[in-house]
């Protein structure tokens, strides 16, 4: 199974979700690749869309080792792997710079997408993460812990494809998800795109645009 594009996906995923139609949905994008796929999702429901942003903490001396993320909202969810944590004898000020530097890096991208425009709140409500797929999942099982902390009323994963052993961690942590294709042999997301560029930062913020007209006009509640 290949998408065209991210469109094409998101287009295909949003059919897969009209269960959704006519409720409380908040579409959360996780940038880049998410956001024209959740455009999509956002259209079909007409629902308000908004930026996922979320950061990885990773331990100083190795960064590729999460030791944590952040999650943007007001004020900022903070996610700590205290296993990695204590084996990696991280101090607590370690920590802290590693977080206040992603906190820095989420706001320079909240000002150039959204303007500043604040997280929309997803309190009660159902909260919808859109990726264009998911490989290992780390980052969107951040986002499923922080956005706990903001009570929801059901956390819900919309991916147009990833392996199964991903999708079955996510199952155990977010109320649902929604997977279209779960291939056993994987390799990247993008071998599953005819079509899979990189998106500028100008493309992000026309998508977001759409978004913003989608908040207007969904029921939002």
């Not at 897969?16 to 956001?35: H, I």
């Not at 409500?125 to 990726?131: G, N, Y």
């Not at 290992?136 to 819900?156: N, Q, S």
Request: glycine share 8%; net charge negative; with cysteine.
């Amino acid at each position: 199974m290949k998408f065209e594009d991210r469109t094409d996906a998101g287009k295909q995923l949003a059919a897969a979700l009209k269960d959704f139609l006519e409720q409380d949905v908040v579409v959360l994008a996780l940038p880049r690749g998410g956001v024209p796929v959740a455009r999509e999702v956002a259209n079909y429901l007409k629902a308000p869309l908004d930026l996922l942003l979320v950061r990885k903490l990773g331990v100083p001396w190795q960064p590729e080792l999460a030791m944590g993320a952040v999650l943007d909202s007001n004020p900022p969810i903070v996610v700590r792997n205290e296993d990695v944590i204590r084996q990696a004898a991280v101090c607590e000020a370690d920590f802290n710079s590693v977080r206040d530097r992603e906190l820095t890096e989420i706001d320079r991208r909240r000002q150039l997408y959204s303007t500043g425009r604040p997280p929309i709140d997803v309190t009660g409500r159902i909260a919808l993460i859109v990726d264009d797929g998911v490989a290992t999942g780390a980052t969107v099982k951040a986002a499923i812990k922080g956005l706990r902390k903001l009570h929801p009323e059901a956390v819900v994963v919309a991916i147009p494809v990833g392996p199964p052993d991903t999708v079955f961690d996510l199952r155990k942590l977010a109320d649902r998800v929604v997977c279209l294709h779960e291939p056993g042999s994987f390799g990247a997301i993008g071998y599953f795109y005819h079509d899979f560029a990189q998106l500028s930062d100008e493309e992000v913020i026309a998508s977001l645009e759409v978004g913003k007209t989608t908040n207007q006009t969904g029921s939002g509640g």
